[in-house]
T-cell receptor, first 115, second 117 residues
């Protein structure tokens, strides 16, 4: 079965420090992976996606993610965290089951950047 | 804003009421989605419409009834809901090109916070 896991409910990081939000996946075939962010009282906003090519994907607001096939991971990273990065982050994978148009989301990781 | 609007933003209803949620996208997309977001649970896909045709129904109870009159509008009709249906309901849209695999990016609305008493 296709799945995605975000092992941390919450990540705390000091402003200016690098941040990592973890995501691992399980799919059959090539994975198509996404990161979204949700600010309070807002819908999800797209950050970046990996389809093919370079394992390091750059996205919005200075975020990037590293695709690691051997570890089946797609961790979200940022070199220097801002207080305004505090939000709920979701990893998602395209369900490649034939005939389906689903995206499978993780449970989300709450990022708190402390001033 | 992402170009996807949802109304109302908040809704409180009794278990015997009938109400509808509305979603509208201004992005020229051809696929639309309903998701349910509950605390501490993964985002749950409910329905998918592709070119106004329903392509996914993720085992959603019949008290939820979707309607997609055109590729810009999506409704979720609610009747005889249960308290456990209280959640944030998110609409999304994407541009699906012909042929697979589909890797289109979804654009989400702000959601409707539904409370069932």
């Amino acid at each position: 079965a296709q799945s995605v896991a975000q092992p941390e409910d919450q990540v705390n990081v000091a402003e200016g420090n690098p941040l990592t939000v973890k995501c691992t996946y399980s799919v059959s075939g090539n994975p198509y992976l996404f990161w979204y962010v949700q600010y309070p009282n807002r819908g999800l906003q797209f950050l970046l996606k990996y389809i093919t090519g370079d394992n390091l994907v750059k996205g919005s607001y200075g975020f990037e993610a590293e695709f690691n096939k051997s570890q089946t991971s797609f961790h979200l990273k940022k070199p220097s965290a801002l207080v305004s990065d505090s939000a709920l982050y979701f990893c998602a994978v395209r369900d490649m089951t034939a005939g389906t148009y689903k995206y499978i989301f993780g449970t989300g990781t709450r990022l708190k950047v402390l001033a | 804003e992402t170009g996807v609007t949802q109304t109302p933003r908040h809704l409180v209803m009794g278990m015997t009421n009938k109400k509808s949620l509305k979603c509208e996208q201004h992005l020229g997309h051809n696929a639309m989605y309903w998701y349910k977001q509950s605390a501490k649970k993964p985002l749950e896909l409910m329905f998918v419409y592709n070119f106004k045709e329903q392509t996914e129904n993720n085992s959603v109870p019949s008290r939820f009834s979707p309607e997609c009159p055109n590729s810009s509008h999506l409704f979720l009709h609610l009747h005889t809901l249960q308290p456990e249906d209280s959640a944030l309901y998110l609409c999304a849209s994407s541009l699906r090109t012909s042929g697979g695999p589909y890797t289109d990016t979804q654009y989400f609305g702000p959601g409707t916070r539904l409370t069932v008493l």
